[in-house]
């Protein structure tokens, strides 16, 4: 049993999961994930379910009865916890790995991850949607990376991330046909999960790139992006996710060929109008 994929087994498995089940996944995948480590009976009340569904529910992911996913669990939960020190502890066993062949290996599964990338790029097309991006503490070069891509290609986009009062302020302008591009990896961020929860629920279609582990962010976004992340460094490596933002505004370009090269004619004509004091503040 994969278990470095719970969060993808629930998801994979939704379809089929009763309301009582649902119920049970909500407490599990919410900001306390550790009550799966407690007793059947305990997360069973928690939840307001029977004992039986929980027993159910492990079962229904393919595991031979609750002990066994929580066992499973633990190995998951340690992994998303992860910090640099931690990781600076292990890396002494690794050391002799070849750094560029294991980041190329993990750009390679990244993309691959993205083969189903036609309806993000649909939602991204459509100009008549405004996009906010969003990153966290580390993550947040990527949004703006986006963000310096998209503000190009097709315009209508604003850079969420550099003040939360600014968030929470662009977020009373969010409409339903509005798109927001989330970037939360493990040790995640209580603030965009809180933003994402709360722009979820105006009807804004949410985007999430994350790693492997799920974000909780994945249970409010209709697309999740995943990339590995863990490499023998002492901090997880974004190349991946890097790789895969370009990826996202190259399939972008090719589908506004048109219109991209027209805005990129008319910014060439204003950059080249400026004067240099004027070209200097756009940089």
């Known amino acids: ?115 189903d990338l036609g309806a993000a790029v649909d939602l991204l097309a459509d100009q008549r949607r405004r996009i906010y991006l969003r990153g966290g503490r580390f993550s947040q070069p990527l949004a703006e990376y986006l963000y310096a891509h998209l503000r190009e290609i097709r315009g209508n986009v604003e850079i969420l991330g550099r003040n939360w009062v600014h968030d929470l302020d662009a977020s009373l302008d969010m409409e339903k046909r509005d798109v927001a591009v989330l970037f939360d990896f493990r040790r995640y961020q209580n603030d965009t999960i809180k933003l994402a929860k709360h722009i979820q629920q105006q009807g804004v279609t949410i985007i999430l790139f994350t790693d492997r582990w799920l974000s909780p962010i994945a249970e409010q976004a209709r697309h999740v992006l995943t990339s590995d992340i863990a490499s023998s460094s002492a901090y997880d490596s974004l190349v991946p996710a890097m790789a895969q933002v370009e990826l996202l505004a190259k399939r972008l370009v090719e589908r506004l060929e048109s219109s991209t090269a027209d805005r990129l004619r008319r910014l060439e004509n204003i950059r080249a109008s400026a004067t240099p004091a004027e070209a200097l503040r756009e940089t």
């Open 1 to 115: 049993m994969d278990t470095a994929g719970i969060k993808r087994q629930i998801q994979a498995a939704s379809a089929s999961l009763t309301p009582s089940e649902r119920k049970l996944v909500r407490l599990l995948t919410g900001n306390s994930p550790v009550v799966a480590l407690e007793s059947v009976h305990q997360i069973a009340e928690r939840a307001n379910v029977s004992a039986p569904t929980v027993v159910r529910f492990a079962v229904k992911l393919g595991y031979g009865g609750f002990a066994e996913f929580q066992r499973a669990w633990l190995v998951e939960l340690e992994s998303m916890l992860e910090s640099p020190l931690t990781l600076m502890n292990q890396a002494g066993s690794r050391a002799e790995s070849n750094f560029g062949t294991e980041l190329g290996e993990m750009v390679e599964r990244s993309i691959e991850e993205m083969r």
